[in-house]
């Protein structure tokens, strides 16, 4: 690698061209900026008096909420036509104690008809296994309680 000194004519001719270039960039720049002057006068804007603004608190999105099924939708109406319905027919099902138990048991806890207690008691007497028959035995103790129990 050399490094001598580079002769003085190329240095200055150098100087002398990166002068023209720099000044044909600078006459570019001022050719193609074009600033917009403020004026020497201010505007005077009357004051206006000052209205109190009240703070807005920010809007959360409202959450949507699906309503409970009510009686509008006829479920209610077709449940209870069908527990009104299946009560008396109860005793004419081909079903297993067990089975058995379980209809009037559902028919006890969405009626609370304590005459439904007595024929469901029945049914859990008939229950063959030990087990089952307990828990379905306790099952009848818990509705007596709950029916029996006053309403608040």
Known sequence: MDIQPQAATQSISDDQELAKVLAGVSQQADETLQFEETPAT?????????????????????????????????????????????????????????????????????????????????????????TRRAQALLDIIKEIDYLSAPKQ
């Not at 699906?66 to 449940?79: C, H, R, T, V, Y």
């Not at 009626?111 to 007595?118: F, G, P, V, Y």
């Open 42 to 130: 201010p505007t005077i804007v009357a004051a206006q008096p000052a209205t109190p603004v009240e703070p807005v608190a920010p809007t959360l999105p409202t959450p949507t909420i699906m309503p409970a099924p009510s009686a509008d939708n006829g479920l209610e109406g077709i449940k209870k036509d069908a527990l009104t319905e299946l009560r008396p027919l109860v005793d004419k099902l081909d079903l297993e104690p067990e089975e058995k138990f379980d209809t009037y048991l559902l028919l006890i806890r969405s009626t609370d008809d304590k005459a439904l207690i007595a024929p469901a008691h029945t049914a859990a007497q008939a229950i063959p296994d030990e």
